[in-house]
């Protein structure tokens, strides 16, 4: 089992849907995690942290479940700025360690 | 405001030359910096992590005589590509841990060897 697995896209969405992403992660000893997105030719930038009481910034949610090892991401309202590449990164350990992170999930929003 | 910069934005150099790349962190000490690399349409790849006053931790399979790393002070770790080939090609981009729990990447650095 890989050690964080989205789903893998791309996900092509008209303006204004609600897009939902998933990830898994098999470290049960993770400590945080995190929601990152990436431009085409650009750096990953943290989208929003991920908190077990689950956390809304906007109309983005990001959910966790640390029974089922399962990190969600909720978007409403797409806009077409939205378009870029979902990050779901696990910190495995505690304090400043190597992060982990998985494939990344593309988003197209279209008009 | 950017909290990680990274300096040259992008190199094109010849093969056989050698490339460094600066990493700082800004209004904050790092005293570990991760360096990536991400080939097009390519995850991002871990390379190795540079901690500040020792050597670094190279990932397996990345070389490093070929990758060096310096993290001589706290705010900045430099990478050096050492005899580039047109293979070492690539998007390379640093981070760092801030004191608010949160890494943050720097604008990466986009190399082309001809």
């Known amino acids: 089992r890989k050690e964080v697995e989205q789903d893998p896209g791309p996900f092509n969405v008209p303006e204004g849907a609600t897009v939902a992403f998933n990830c898994t992660y098999s470290?049960?000893?993770?400590?945080?995690f995190f929601w990152y997105r990436q431009d085409c030719r650009k750096e990953p930038k943290l989208l929003m942290s991920v908190y077990s009481s689950g956390n809304e910034d906007g109309r983005f949610t990001a959910q966790l479940n640390r029974a089922s090892q399962y990190i969600s991401l909720l978007i409403r309202d797409s806009k077409l700025s939205d378009s870029a590449t979902y990050l779901c990164?696990?910190?495995?350990?505690?304090?400043?360690?190597?992060?982990?992170f998985g494939k990344g999930t593309m988003l197209l929003v279209s008009p | 405001g950017a909290v990680v910069s990274q300096h040259p934005s992008r190199v094109i150099c010849k093969s056989g030359t050698s490339v460094k790349i600066e990493c700082r962190s800004l209004?904050?000490?790092?005293?570990?910096m991760f360096w990536y690399r991400q080939f097009p349409k390519k995850s991002l790849m871990l390379m190795a992590t540079s901690n500040e006053g020792s050597k670094a931790t190279y990932e397996q399979g990345v070389e490093k005589d070929k990758f060096l790393i310096n993290h001589a002070s706290l705010t900045l770790s430099t990478l050096t590509v050492t005899s580039a080939h047109p293979e070492d090609s690539s998007f390379y981009i640093c981070?760092?841990?801030?004191?608010?729990?949160?890494?943050?990447f720097g604008p990466g650095t986009r190399l082309t060897v001809l």
């Open positions: 470290n049960s000893a993770s400590q945080s």
């Open positions: 990164v696990v910190n495995p350990g505690t304090g400043y360690s190597t992060l982990t």
């Open positions: 209004d904050f000490q790092a005293t570990t």
């Open positions: 981070s760092a841990w801030t004191p608010t729990d949160t890494q943050y």
